[in-house]
């Protein structure tokens, strides 16, 4: 097995993943809370994470991953109310969709996808251990969490204490504004709750992420992941919860990926500059969107705009391009070597960009010895190399071709470009999407290409 590092957020230092069962490899990434369909910023930690995975298994680990869906929020009793519907009825609707819209991607599903709804019990159980322990309270039926109690807390954000606002709406019933609840008592205008020691009432966000983790993994497992705008407050109590009340922590490394922004802002619903993940799907083919989260590294934010996302659509099709061109029956030493270090950049915090930098290079010597009237294996080392970074789909020999009218399009669509109108060269664009079909700049000139 390869030597493979990772860069801890706890401890902000590139460290060995060295997992807790030898060979074996755990892992839990925070998913959406399902109040609304997501967006392509909710999919960036599921791509990142099940690529991880994917990279892993193909270093030899057995790998289990788990990502959980908040199936209990205050979002979703907000959006059920605003849309007239249960809360129940809006999350099992919004999961489903969730689903939907991720598998379309293409790379498969976590192995262990807990909801909050089905660990109810696994979190009153915590509480209790973290009330006996004397590290959280009751009151006025909620139940919060002492952060005072806790001398190590803030250790994962490192945050001054004067800035650790919890975002709760209502402190009146804490010791100290910086606790957060852990079980909330029924509001009159909620249409859920479960029962506890404390009343009927439901887990707070936290709390059920640190139950639903250790249900599926244990604790102390390998990599903690999410995106980056949870570290805190989330991450940070999941942290302080499951130590205080298990006395271990509750992973080795935590790994964060960065935002995906518009325009230099993150998005966000909040903000209302969001793209949902179905609609990107609609317009684009989820090989584009998995080449456009591989081409940045994950820790890093990453800008998504036409441009980016015509750079990522372009490289599919120079992946797909070079595939065309391969003699099936023969080996390549150079794209070998380039495979080597394709995979020692993943092995490094995980790289993609790094690693397919080694593939393009590749790329572009293998068409020079093509051009030159060479012959150019490596097909089944190629398919080894892309499938890891969720790219298997650039050897589909079913590509649909263009069909007549569709391709009169595209020509009256280069000749309105060709003369500037270009409200007219948008509205054949849209036309031509409409149908099915996506523009790319080829060196060969405009291609369509299956949307």
């Not at 060295?18 to 392509?40: F, L, M, W």
């Given at each position: ?10 401890s902000g ?28 910023g ?12 994917r ?6 680990y057995?790998v289990?991953?788990a990502?959980n869906v ?25 999961t489903?969709?969730?689903f ?8 498969g ?33 909620d ?23 919890q ?18 008592t ?10 506890s ?6 887990p ?7 139950a ?25 109590n999941?942290?302080?919860?499951t130590?205080?009340?298990?006395g271990a ?19 966000s ?29 994950y820790?890093a ?28 029956s ?21 790289n ?16 020079r010895r ?15 190399v ?9 050897f ?11 391709l ?9 470009r060709?003369?500037k ?31």
């Amino acid at each position: 097995m390869r030597d493979i590092t990772i860069q801890d957020t706890l401890s902000g230092e590139v460290k060995p993943l060295v997992p807790r069962d030898p060979g074996k490899i755990s892992i839990y990434a925070c998913g959406p809370t399902v109040y609304s369909r997501i967006h392509i910023g909710n999919a960036r930690p599921y791509v990142v994470f099940m690529l991880l995975k994917r990279f892993l298994e193909h270093e030899g680990y057995e790998v289990t991953f788990a990502a959980n869906v908040t199936d209990i929020n205050d979002k979703i009793y907000v959006a059920a109310r605003e849309a007239g519907v249960p809360s129940g009825q809006l999350a099992h609707e919004m999961t489903k969709a969730y689903f939907d819209d991720t598998g379309r991607l293409g790379l498969g599903r976590p192995d262990a996808e807990p909801l909050a709804t089905e660990t109810v019990p696994q979190i009153v159980e915590l509480i209790e251990s973290l009330i006996e322990r004397g590290h959280a309270y009751e009151s006025g039926g909620d139940v919060y969490f002492s952060v005072p109690s806790y001398d190590r807390y803030g250790e994962l954000s490192n945050r001054d204490p004067e800035q650790m606002d919890q975002g709760e709406e209502d402190n009146s019933l804490k010791r100290d504004p910086r606790d957060f609840a852990l079980w909330k008592t029924r509001k009159e205008d909620e249409d859920t709750s479960w029962p506890s020691p404390w009343g009927d009432g439901r887990p707070g966000w936290h709390i059920e992420c640190s139950a639903m983790s250790e249900t599926i993994l244990g604790v102390d497992f390998d990599i903690h992941g999410g995106g980056i705008d949870l570290v805190f407050p989330h991450h940070e109590n999941e942290c302080a919860q499951t130590y205080a009340g298990r006395g271990a922590p509750l992973a080795r490394l935590w790994m964060h990926n960065g935002m995906v922004r518009f325009s230099g802002e993150k998005m966000s619903k909040s903000v209302g500059n969001i793209w949902l993940l179905n609609e990107a799907l609609d317009a684009y083919p989820a090989s584009t969107l998995v080449m456009f989260f591989v081409s940045g590294h994950y820790r890093a934010p990453i800008e998504c705009t036409p441009e980016t996302l015509a750079q990522a659509g372009s490289n599919v099709d120079r992946l797909r391009e070079i595939v065309a061109k391969l003699d099936d029956s023969a080996g390549d030493a150079a794209l070998d070597a380039a495979a080597e270090r394709f995979f020692a950049a993943l092995a490094d915090d995980f790289n993609t960009p790094a690693a397919m930098a080694e593939v393009f290079t590749w790329v572009r010597e293998a068409n020079r010895r093509i051009d030159a009237g060479g012959t150019v294996g490596g097909l089944d080392r190629l398919r080894e190399v892309l499938t890891v970074v969720g790219l298997e789909s650039v050897f589909d020999s079913d590509i649909p071709a263009a069909d007549a009218e569709s391709l009169e399009l595209l020509k009256q669509r280069e000749a309105a470009r060709d003369a500037k109108d270009f409200a007219a060269a948008d509205r054949l664009r849209d036309e031509l999407l409409a149908r099915g079909w996506v523009i790319r700049d080829t060196a060969d000139g405009p291609q369509l290409r299956s949307a």
